[in-house]
């Protein structure tokens, strides 16, 4: 259609206000150094102001600083990008519960490293979406490239092992009880005590039979009690273990448990979300022996492997498991373009948009290679092992047991439960460290689950100090 001729003395049609940069094509780094810069600082002023591993004032302070500072959060009218990056992303670091600090210690919460970091910003940037190639041509091969060599590390001595990026273990469980479920029709799912709740939760939310726990009195799944559990069960049986709980860091007798599992023809999960990094190192790669005998194995690596959240990953030892996520959609994965030669990726996720959360993986792992992050896997168990050693030799401080990968519990000696749970409310409130808390043998724990590769003797020495000070109040 033609357009009409401009009348004369008509001013020329308005293009309107300019659009915001965008971060990709051309210009996207140029748009985004100077935001980076402010971001940057921005970080460094939050941190100053916070003065510690989290904002003192507990809960209310920190929501009323908040309403405080950001007021509407839907203004009228923009401040514009600076100013509203340096306010907001100050105000979060402020009121973060930062993992970088040594006396944070309470989660399987690491801090990311730096060139993580900054590979997830080119992902941010990119924007791609890894369901269908046309959307993520390098990423979906990146990702391809890059599970198939986790998944080597999983199960070495087989061939037809793959993985697929999930966003952490609770999504990798729920897989694990899906691919359980199609490939037998249904499934009575068999765990620890010890057990994630998220598995619990799966087999809920798939609309499996209610799960048959079985006793872990030492922290870890009981094999005689399993395998009197497996005895007595009928139909096919997913047994769930783990290789690092959440609780202690403990891993289950994973030989014994592969071998009921084999006598008694039950499908293994190994949850190994926490202890799946100690692959990496020679040192203690040794506690997971045998982990290749399971069906399927959660890994993440925003705990061992000090990522970004999210980088989760289901290992599977025979890749044909996963043809039960198999799906059409016309649009994404036509047969027409597969049958071509473009990859189907829709049978990689129960997710539909899908980040590229491989790329700071892949960087990673070339950055540092396998010695690389074996080391700090070595580095985060021996903190937790002078930790111990110090707890122990302290006459005010009960040690749960020596730590199995770096998570250590101990608690005030002669002090009770209720006392042990105010001091950590209190360290909580006053911004002074941020413990764990797990009950074990009926009694109540202080938690410090070390992976922090910078944390120092000096460090957890002052942390004591902090815990008997508050303890004595």
Not at 282 to 300: E, F, G, Q, S
Not at 390 to 418: K, M, N, Q
Request: net charge negative; hydrophobic share 40%; charged share 20%.
């Amino acid at each position: 259609m033609r357009t009409p001729p401009q009348e004369e003395g008509t001013p020329p049609p308005s293009e309107g206000p300019s659009a915001p940069p965008l971060s990709g094509g051309p210009e996207g780094p140029t748009a985004l150094r100077p935001l980076l810069t402010t971001v940057l600082d921005a970080l460094h002023d939050g941190a100053a102001a916070r003065r510690g591993p989290l904002p003192a004032g507990g809960p209310a302070a920190v929501a009323t600083r908040v309403r405080e500072t950001v007021g509407t959060a839907l203004p009228p009218h923009g401040t514009g990008p600076d100013e509203a990056l340096h306010t907001l992303v100050r105000l979060l670091t402020e009121g973060a519960a930062d993992p970088a600090e040594p006396l944070c210690a309470a989660h399987l919460h690491c801090p990311p490293l730096a060139v993580a970091t900054a590979a997830d910003l080119a992902v941010s940037a990119l924007n791609p979406s890894l369901d269908s190639w046309d959307q993520a041509p390098a990423a979906s091969a990146l990702e391809a490239l890059v599970t198939a060599a986790l998944a080597a590390e999983v199960y070495p001595h087989t061939r037809t092992a793959d993985a697929v990026v999930t966003t952490g273990g609770t999504e990798s469980n729920q897989l694990a009880l899906l691919l359980a479920r199609e490939r037998h029709g249904t499934v009575q799912l068999v765990c620890g005590e010890n057990a994630h709740h998220s598995l619990h939760r799966a087999a809920w939310l798939l609309g499996l039979p209610e799960p048959v726990t079985v006793p872990a009195p030492a922290g870890t799944l009981n094999p005689t009690a399993l395998a009197d559990t497996l005895i007595r069960l009928d139909g096919p049986l997913l047994v769930a273990a783990t290789a690092g709980t959440t609780d202690a860091g403990l891993i289950d007798p994973i030989p014994e448990i592969a071998d009921l599992c084999a006598t008694h023809g039950a499908r293994l999960h190994i949850d190994a979300a926490y202890g799946g990094g100690l692959l990496f190192s020679d040192r203690h790669r040794t506690k997971l022996d045998d982990l290749d005998r399971a069906h399927t194995v959660t890994l993440d690596l925003h705990k061992l492997g000090w990522q970004p959240v999210a980088a989760g990953l289901l290992a599977v030892r025979d890749r044909r498991d996963l043809d039960a996520l198999a799906h059409r959609a016309d649009y994404l994965n036509a047969d027409d373009d597969t049958e071509a030669g473009l990859p189907d990726l829709l049978g990689r996720s129960l997710r539909t948009t899908r980040r590229a959360d491989i790329l700071k993986i892949a960087v990673t792992l070339r950055a540092l290679g396998r010695t690389g992050l074996g080391a700090l896997v070595d580095q985060v168990c021996a903190a937790a092992h002078d930790f111990a050693h110090l707890i122990d030799a302290h006459p005010g401080f009960e040690l749960y047991d020596t730590p199995t990968i770096s998570t250590v519990l101990f608690r005030p000696t002669g002090a009770d439960d209720a006392a042990l749970a105010r001091v950590r409310r209190q360290l909580l409130t006053e911004g002074r460290a941020v413990l764990g808390r797990a009950r074990l043998d009926g009694r109540l724990w202080l938690k410090a689950t070390l992976l922090n590769p910078h944390t120092r003797p000096g460090d957890l020495a002052g942390l004591l100090k902090l815990v008997e000070g508050n303890t004595a109040r």
